[in-house]
């Protein structure tokens, strides 16, 4: 693993949370505990690398300052970059039309930014100008330089064919990705007295709720956070999933345990309300974000005391993992996730294996 991946991984370490979540005063107390905050190389390394995964923070540039190196000499902040797009606006509204999910939109949007501001910066081209064999360095860069996951390059290439084929109107071959493996990691699987644990560490009912719900239902965060009142149907101990990914309607279910505490929570609420709001807001109907789900959970995980280095996705890899465990078929388990292929379902089979249970180490 290279230095500058290893910092990433201590300082994640050190507060417990993704980098994504890490705040510019923690990057800050966190390089000065190292004494690296005139290491021209590391600040570089660790900026772009928080730039290729679409994910900004000021300080970065800020200890570059200090140091007399300006922001210029590095990629060109966002609203220098979509200026240099010639189709940007269009290339939004297209993706619009198209109905692509909000989440869609800022991942290919962000994508089309950090090639257009690689080869403004690198190689002083435009991305209108750049050709195949650009292209083949750029993603040997990403692959090789900055250890990109195969699911961001996937982004990259979609967004980039995106832009020249729908704003353009001409194709740009990058045939060579065709092909590209992917990584064939395991879930992280939570088990029952693990979860039980998490949930039992939130004292407020609403976090709590947020959380079990995610677990008992095998939700997404977004799913939960665009949850209404009307969506509960506690008779039948069901939950109606609004345009879920892929803008797919499914109905999954939910454990009978949480229905007195659903019960309450949506006594006062009308059927369009959405069912988890936040508190910062004087009309009280603005619905919670995703990020402050997550940051519950990495909190109940903390005080739980549960080592594994879950998120909030693992609750729903437990439920479909637990539910295989009881026997439930697996093509039930499918229509419960939402998952358009059973190949995407079937992951979970390899989770929890009987057979290994009863072989024993030779040691």
Known sequence: ??????????????????????????????FV?????????????????????????????????????????????RRQV????????????????KRYSPKTLKNYSGALVQIAGFFHSQCNLSIESVTSADMYKYFLY????RKVSVSSIRI?????????????????????????????????????????????????LKHRLMISLLYSAGLRVSEVVNLRAGDINLENLNIRINQGKGKKDRLTIFSESLKSQLQEYIEHKGPMDYLFVSNFHSDDKKKLTV????????????????KKKASCHSLRHSFATHLLEN????????????????????????????????IRSPL
Do not use: W
Request: with cysteine; proline share 2%.
């Open 82 to 97: 979509t200026n240099l797009i010639s189709g940007y606006d269009r290339f939004c509204e297209l993706m619009k039309l």
């Open 291 to 306: 990020r402050t789900i997550q940051q519950v959970f990495r909190m109940a995980l903390y005080r739980s005391g549960v």
């Open 327 to 358: 026997g439930i078929d697996i093509r039930y388990i499918q229509v419960l996730l939402g998952h358009k292929n059973l190949s995407t379902t079937s992951i979970y089979t390899h989770c929890k294996n009987p057979s290994l249970n009863n």
């Open 156 to 204: 990259y290439r979609f967004a980039l064919l995106f832009y020249f084929r729908e704003v353009l109107h001409r194709d740009i071959d990058i045939s060579f990705m065709n092909g590209i493996k992917k990584e064939k990691g395991l879930p992280q699987i939570l088990t029952r007295n693990e979860v039980l644990k998490i949930i039992k560490s939130i004292n407020n």
């Open 33 to 77: 505990s190292k004494s690296i905050t005139q290491n021209t190389r590391f600040i570089e390394l660790i900026r772009d690398y928080y730039n290729s995964h679409n994910v900004s923070r000021y300080i970065f540039n800020k200890m570059l300052e200090d140091i007399g190196i300006t922001k210029t000499s590095g990629i060109p902040d």
């Open 142 to 145: 990403l692959t090789d330089t």
């Open 1 to 30: 693993m290279d230095e500058y991946l290893k910092l990433l991984t201590e300082m994640e370490r050190e507060y417990n949370k993704s980098f994504r979540y890490i705040s510019n005063s923690e990057i800050y107390s966190f």
